[in-house]
């Protein structure tokens, strides 16, 4: 049997569900790509330049840095780091990890001209979730 046809065996579009794309999911509403780049940094602290050149290299839109091992206090200077980054970019939007424990940590980094927003962020110490609003 063809592998194609034993996929189409197995396979159930029972468990798929129909998902409304709105204007919200664009970008400004233009026929663009967004170049989102995910890095998985292991403690960011002796790697800013690493990192900057990294996102300069990709020409990312938008960065998603997880694991910094950020202190909620006491690490700012790192962050300030990222600040020495190409032209365009705004300030990094950095969420420490849970208070009183090692690890964890997201930083966030974008095109300025994105205008995004960062609405609905919960307080230090709890799961990160947040929202963006491009535009």
């Known amino acids: ?7 189409k065996k197995q396979s159930s579009s029972d468990n798929l ?18 170049k989102v780049l995910h890095l998985n940094a292991q403690s960011i602290g002796n790697k800013t330049t690493l990192v900057n050149d990294l996102i300069v290299e990709l020409d990312a839109d938008i960065a998603f840095i997880t694991e910094t091992w950020l ?13 020495v980054r190409p032209d365009g ?16 940590g997201i930083c966030v980094i974008h095109f300025e001209s994105l205008g995004v927003q960062w609405p609905t962020l919960w307080p230090q110490g709890s799961v990160f979730r947040g929202s963006a609003k491009f535009c």
């Open 89 to 104: 970019y705004a300030k990094p939007l950095n969420f420490a990890g849970t208070t009183g424990q090692s690890g964890g």
């Open 71 to 83: 202190k909620p206090k006491g690490d700012e200077g790192i962050v300030s780091q990222l600040r």
């Open 1 to 7: 049997m063809h592998s194609d046809q034993r996929f």
């Open 17 to 34: 569900i129909s998902v409304n794309v709105t204007q919200a999911y664009s970008v400004c509403n233009k026929a663009q790509w967004l």
